[in-house]
Structure formats: C-alpha cells, structure tokens
C-alpha cells in the first residue's frame, strides 16, 4: 500500500517513517513534494498544522483518498470541511492514536458510572516545550468526553492545567475528587512510536470502512 504523509519530515511524520523502514509491504510519499501518482494513494496521514490540514482534506476529498488526522489546534472553521469530506471518503479524527488513551477513557466511564457521588475533576498534561497547543488536543478529548456523558456526576467545571517540560512525549492524569477520596487515571506515552504505530494501523483498515467520520475508538471497535 502507498501512502501521504502530511508533516512528512516533522517528528510524527519521522516516526511514521521509522516504522515503516520496518516493514515490506508500505511505501509511503511526502504529500507536500507532490511527486506522486494520486491514483496509487490508499491513504493520506496528517500531522501537519490546522492549514495543512485542510489543504490534506481539499486533496482528499477531491481525489477520494481516506484521510487520517492526529493534527491538533483545530478551530471550528478548519473543522469546517468535515461536513463534505465524511459524504465523500472515511476519515478518522483523533488527537491521539495510541490504544492506552482509549482504555483510560474506558476505565473512566467504568468508574463514573459505578459512583454514586459527585466529583470534582482535574485534569494535569504534560508536554515537551515545542508543542504549541494547549491544552493538548487529548486533553480537550477527554473534556468534551466527561461533559457530554457524565456532566451529572461532575461537580463545577474540570480545571485544566498544562505544562511544557522538556522533551516529554505526553502525560495525561485526570483526577477525581469527592469527601470519600481521591481516585487517579494516568496515560504515560514513553515515545511517538506508541502514536506513529496506531496511525499506520488505521491505514491499513481505513479502505474497508465505510463513507463517514470517525474517532479512533470507532476504529478500535471495527477492528477488534
């Protein structure tokens, strides 16, 4: 399979390669460089900037070529294009690929619906000092998570807090608070391989969904 990488030579897109150098039956094309044949695509990852990406989903959509996308800071007026992208190709939106974010969500919605308390939330991320955004796009994922499904059971708004130190490649510990206690969940990403190696898995299984829009847990789902 032939595949776009948008954010080719960034550290996603190096990462992506990294993975592929170990791997016989993937070739992959600078997206920016242009020198390729459309028609050979099976599918366009983006980790590029909220302008690149809607130059990757102009591409995209024009061409029917499925579109995977880990780029973060997107506004609603870039998000704008999904409307006619998810008619026209699969396209998966997902500000983290790596399977430990889902089963933390996981093992979150487990826990909020066994309590019979309200809680405060807090919400700490962690990132290396050249990650621009902030929150990070997890963080706001796990937000809009915990306001749409258990807005009952938390009390006052979720306090985010971000940090940027170092070079580290994400943490995220959310943290829930009643007079009975406090209860911790924590995701550690110790590389970019954890994040490079979900992408290309949903290259693989992208061609075989249908027409629509799609977060990685919807992605996990039909694979598992």
């Excluded at 302008?51 to 880990?70: H, M, R, Y």
Aim: glycine share 6%; with cysteine.
């Amino acid at each position: 399979m032939h595949i776009l990488i948008n954010g080719f030579n960034g550290n996603m897109g190096q990462a992506i390669q990294a993975q592929c150098k170990k791997l016989s039956d993937i070739e992959v094309s600078d997206f920016q460089a242009k020198k390729f044949d459309s028609n050979s695509i099976s599918a366009l990852i983006d980790f590029s900037s909220p302008d690149g990406f809607n130059i990757a989903l102009e591409f995209c959509i024009k061409n029917k070529v499925p579109l995977i996308s880990g780029t973060t800071g997107l506004s609603d007026k870039h998000l704008e294009g999904l409307s006619v992208a998810k008619k026209v190709i699969p396209i998966l939106i997902a500000s983290n690929m790596s399977i430990g974010i889902t089963n933390l969500k996981s093992s979150i919605e487990k826990y909020l619906v066994t309590i019979n308390t309200s809680v405060k939330c807090k919400i700490v991320e962690i990132h290396h000092t050249k990650k621009k955004d902030a929150p990070s796009g997890t963080t706001l994922e796990i937000v809009k998570f915990l306001e749409i499904n258990h807005s009952n059971k938390i009390d006052g708004s979720i306090d985010v807090k971000s940090y940027r130190i170092g070079n580290i490649f994400g943490i995220h510990r959310i943290e829930f608070k009643s007079e009975e206690g406090t209860t911790n969940f924590q995701h550690i990403a110790s590389s970019r391989d954890v994040f490079a190696k979900g992408a290309l898995q949903a290259a693989r299984s992208i061609n075989s969904m249908e027409i629509g829009e799609y977060s990685f847990a919807d992605f996990l789902d039909k694979k598992l």
